[in-house]
């Protein structure tokens, strides 16, 4: 594909479905021995203040949406509510994120790092996780020409800047692509091409999808195989842009089929219409 640029602003992250347990985690464990749990928070260690750093951070996109601290009772709950809870230094009480904007964090797992004192809320954010309704707390870069460390009052470029990993930095790339008003005379990104050609669109996905099968029958090797994956990529993301699909919906039917057998899933979906 033609070459990308910098992500513009994210749009809104929808609703997405609760997933089954995949595996047999902490959180998990809250449910079915409380005395395991209480194990567990004997083990962590707190600072002098009773507390352990805790980050929010999406199940689907990896996206870090925000950092805090949580004492022992705000894990608890955590852990057996299965919503992100924290402890607040200013208030010096519990609460729980969304109770006052509605917009929760369902936990999916919760991890600990490997000195036990910090934790990693893994979920799925019912709306904007900042109070300034920025999708994540961590949305203004720093380094670049144009970062808060170059740019007094910078790291604001278009509105906001998500820490963006690579496959949703594509996403948000191919949605500014889309949204480019080519001027008269000039010629149209490859991705405009393909958004205001779908019959071209779907011809480049079937085309790569063929040419990686042939990276595996011509034994072209591993770096053929991933240049070909990519382009596979590429080309279905801007199919599903011109649907209207994101990239986190389709994760979260990855993450829906966890722990169930490709044959039954496949079985159970409702027929074509």
């Known amino acids: 594909p033609a070459s990308v640029g910098v992500p513009g602003k994210k749009a809104k992250v929808p609703l997405r479905a609760a997933a089954p347990k995949a595996g047999r985690t902490i959180l ?16 962590l260690k707190y600072d002098d203040k009773g507390l352990v750093v805790a980050i929010a951070q999406d199940v689907d996109t990896g996206a870090v949406l925000m950092q805090g601290f949580a004492d022992r009772t705000a894990v608890r709950t955590t852990l057996t509510a299965k919503k992100a809870t924290f402890f607040s230094r200013s208030r010096q009480q ?34 904007p996780t900042c109070h300034t309704g920025a999708h994540t707390c961590y949305y203004s870069r720093v380094d670049g020409t144009e970062g808060a460390a170059a740019v007094a009052n910078g790291g604001a470029r278009d509105g906001e800047e998500e820490a963006f990993s690579t496959l949703y930095e594509l996403e948000a790339t191919i949605k500014r692509r889309g949204a480019e008003v080519t001027k008269e005379g000039d010629k149209p990104s490859w991705t405009k091409r393909l958004l205001d050609n779908p019959e071209l669109l779907c011809s480049k996905v079937r085309e790569e999808a063929g040419e990686l099968c042939e990276s595996w029958e011509n034994e072209e090797g591993k770096e053929r195989a991933a240049s070909e994956m990519a382009d596979v990529l590429y080309h279905a993301m801007v199919l599903l842009n011109l649907q209207g699909v994101e990239m986190e919906d389709v994760m979260a039917v990855l993450r829906n089929r966890f722990g169930t057998s490709g044959v039954e899933e496949k079985a159970a979906r409702p027929p074509k219409k």
Request: with cysteine; hydrophobic share 40%.
């Open 28 to 43: 998990a464990v809250a449910v079915d021995s409380p005395d395991l749990v209480e194990a567990f928070l004997d083990g």
């Open 94 to 127: 519990q609460w729980t994120k969304g109770e006052t904007s509605g917009n929760f964090i369902a936990v999916k797992s919760v991890h600990v790092d490997c000195d036990k004192d910090s934790l990693i809320y893994m979920g799925v954010p019912d709306g």
